[in-house]
């Protein structure tokens, strides 16, 4: 029976693992510009959660593990003349 729960909160722990994302984004200078960031970002398959922030120019995002970093820097860059660094990143 220990072995069972076991595998089975293993198995759950693999199904909701998470990664955080720190990204630094050129190109934001007005209020609509996190705005537009953010929605592209969050159009992205995998994306949990995003915060932008203008005064920073940082976007934090919260994806699904399998999500590629390079995925979510390409979104940034179709959200318009914006470009994505990421500067930190940890998982869950």
Known sequence: MRRAVLAALILVSFSFAEKVL???VEGMTCKVCPIA???AISETKGVKWVKTSL??????VVTEDSVKEDEV???ISRAG?????LIGKAEF
């Open 81 to 85: 003349n914006y470009k994505g660094n």
């Open 55 to 60: 005064k920073n120019h940082i976007a934090v």
């Open 37 to 39: 960031v953010k929605k």
């Open 22 to 24: 720190v990204i630094d």
């Open 73 to 75: 820097l390409k979104a």
